[in-house]
């Protein structure tokens, strides 16, 4: 079970910080994605860390997003910088046993939680 928190409504420019809890004792093995979906468009992949600390970014999100993981406290993070209008969306945290950036290939995931971000 995954329980994404975090999101909010920011200025453009601002940050935020979204939290994905893990409840089970095999968190360490999974590889993690954040995904987003505005209104009207396909799920998207934002970020992705491997079990072992390896990460992947959309281009639309480098050098201002930074995905980590804390594998004591079953949690993968999304720290979101420099937010602009066009990152507003519903965020989801998902995990697969396998490596992808696919997201039907992810096999669990959270409720999602919303960032809104103004001009």
């Known amino acids: 079970q995954l329980q994404a928190s975090g999101g909010g409504l920011v200025q453009a420019g601002g940050s935020l910080r979204l939290s994905c809890a893990a409840s089970?004792?095999?968190?360490?093995?999974?590889?993690m994605g954040w995904f987003r979906q505005a209104p009207g468009k396909q799920r998207e992949l934002v970020a992705a860390?491997?079990?072992?600390?390896?990460?992947h970014y959309a281009d639309s999100v480098k050098g201002r997003f930074t995905i980590s993981r804390d594998n004591a406290k079953n949690t993968v993070y999304l720290q979101m910088n420099s937010l602009k209008p066009e990152d507003t969306a519903l965020y989801y945290c998902?995990?697969?046993?396998?490596?992808?950036?696919?997201?039907?290939?992810?096999?669990?995931w959270g409720q999602g939680t919303e960032v809104t971000v103004s001009s």
């Open positions: 998902a995990a697969t046993l396998n490596y992808s950036l696919i997201p039907r290939h992810y096999h669990y």
């Open positions: 089970g004792r095999t968190f360490s093995r999974y590889m």
């Open positions: 860390i491997t079990s072992g600390g390896s990460t």
